[in-house]
């Protein structure tokens, strides 16, 4: 099976700065990737899919980038909304669809 | 508007069963995947099973093969799973999500806790 791995699994940075999470896949995943933002106590939202496609209501602060293996998802200037956990998933026809082990965001 | 609405969750003891349900609102359900995911509490996200339109392909996690169940009536608009030999690392949130219009999932249901403890 294909292993999601994410980093950091934690961070805390300002109102205001540019943050990035990692997500590397152990084979090949083309752009299969998506990203959801989990906020305490709530039902994660997708942010992200294909890798780099901002879902539609998503604030543009959010990207991503990669293909392949190594993915990123940048909040370009981070807002006390942002914080949250957030988890790339690999969603292409083998299954499992594997999440990573999450990233979690606080406000410094 | 899509909704998904699970229910049956509950403490259930060690090797027990427990059947959850999640009914679909809001789109046209026989054209679906449909997914469940689950969450011990304070962990992260786990995907469990996905169940293809007409619920002739079901794949599922090593983890819970076996043991866990999924299914589907088209007609009812409704997913089910049935989970059997529970164990305490069964104990999680249980969310039905789908993927409608999108490659990836992008509706959830709000969950259901199902507890396993003596």
């Known amino acids: 099976d294909i292993q999601m791995t994410q980093s950091p699994s934690s961070l805390s940075a300002s109102v205001g700065d540019r943050v990035t999470i990692s997500c590397r896949a152990s084979q090949d995943i083309s752009n299969y990737l998506a990203w959801y933002q989990q906020k305490p106590g709530k039902v994660p939202t997708l942010l992200i899919h294909a890798a780099s496609t901002l879902q539609s209501g998503v604030p543009s602060r959010f990207s991503g980038s990669g293909s392949g293996t190594d993915f990123t998802l940048t909040i370009s200037s981070l807002q006390p909304e942002d914080v949250a956990t957030y988890y790339c998933q690999k969603y292409n026809s083998d299954p499992p669809e594997t999440f990573g082990g999450g990233t979690k965001v606080e406000i410094k | 508007e899509v909704q998904l609405v699970e229910s049956g969750g509950g403490l259930v003891q060690p090797g027990g069963s427990l059947r959850l349900s999640c009914a679909a609102s809001?789109?046209?359900?026989?054209?679906?995947?449909m997914h469940w995911v689950r969450q011990a509490p304070g962990k992260g996200l786990v995907w469990v099973s996905r169940?293809?339109?007409?619920?002739?392909?079901?794949q599922y996690a090593d983890s819970v093969k076996g043991r866990l169940t999924v299914s589907r009536d088209n007609a009812k608009y409704m997913l089910y799973l049935q989970m059997t030999s529970l164990r305490a690392e069964d104990t999680a949130v249980y969310y039905c999500a789908t993927s409608v219009g999108c490659p990836a999932v992008n509706y959830w249901g709000q969950g259901t806790l199902v507890t396993v403890s003596s």
């Open positions: 169940i293809n339109p007409d619920g002739s392909i079901i």
């Open positions: 809001g789109f046209t359900f026989s054209r679906y995947w």
